[in-house]
């Protein structure tokens, strides 16, 4: 078990750029979830697979962000037309579903991004 | 659909002093319910969970919490607080059967010598 890793751990991009994040999961989880956490808040839920499958996106995901799993293992996480309110660290988490039963979250360290 | 609602958004605390950190939730149907700590520039690490079983629950670091579902409440607390321990606590909540998880606000807890 290597954890949750998140690539890269900073990103600052002027506006209006385009960015990339990427996600790997524990290797034998097959849910995998992305969010949001801004300052004094707690995370905010964007959006899960359910090994390549995406289920389920947040209202807080405007057409600009964009999520995949290919082949249900890493996931990339892009938001184009980058704004200044898109700054927030971008969690990454997974776990593993078995029957009715859901393990707890795995959390990655995140990327944090500025928009400047 | 479920929400989570953390009393306390800083506790102040003298090392080996006892803590609560208050956590009550709303949803219609069963849930499990997780604390989860951040320490800084870290990512979030589960404390403790409640599945099912017996209402009070034991985690990492001498942490433990007692889930009152008359109260719907979740409240963590440590009966003798470390330095250490400064840190961010989340409670969050899933409905049983569910995918999503959602988080609390955050309390941090400050542990001063």
């Known amino acids: 078990d290597t954890g949750v890793s998140q690539d890269p751990r900073h990103k600052i991009t002027k506006r209006g750029q385009n960015v990339t994040f990427r996600c790997d999961p524990i290797?034998?989880?097959?849910?995998l979830y992305w969010y949001r956490q801004t300052l004094g808040q707690g995370p905010e839920f964007l959006t899960y697979f359910q090994n390549e499958a995406q289920l389920e996106k947040s209202r807080l995901l405007s057409d600009r962000f964009s999520a995949e799993r290919p082949k249900g293992s890493f996931s990339t996480l892009e938001i184009q037309r980058t704004e200044q309110g898109d700054s927030a660290m971008y969690l990454c988490?997974?776990?593993?579903?078995?029957?009715?039963?859901?393990?707890?979250?795995?959390f990655g360290n995140g990327t944090r991004l500025t928009v400047t | 659909a479920q929400s989570v609602t953390q009393l306390d958004s800083q506790v102040p605390v003298f090392e080996e002093a006892p803590v609560e950190l208050r956590c009550n939730y709303s949803?219609?149907?069963?849930?499990?319910l997780f604390w989860y700590v951040q320490y800084p520039n870290q990512g979030l690490q589960l404390l403790l969970k409640y599945l099912s079983g017996s209402t009070l629950v034991k985690g990492i670091n001498g942490f433990e919490a007692e889930f009152n579902k008359s109260q719907t409440s979740f409240h963590l607390r440590k009966p003798s607080v470390h330095i250490s321990d400064t840190a961010e606590y989340f409670c969050?909540?899933?409905?049983?059967?569910?995918?999503?998880?959602?988080f609390g606000a955050g309390t941090r807890l400050f542990v001063k010598a």
């Open positions: 949803s219609s149907v069963s849930v499990y």
């Open positions: 969050a909540v899933t409905e049983g059967g569910g995918f999503k998880t959602i």
């Open positions: 290797s034998e989880h097959n849910r």
């Open positions: 988490a997974s776990s593993l579903r078995q029957g009715i039963y859901n393990s707890p979250l795995h």
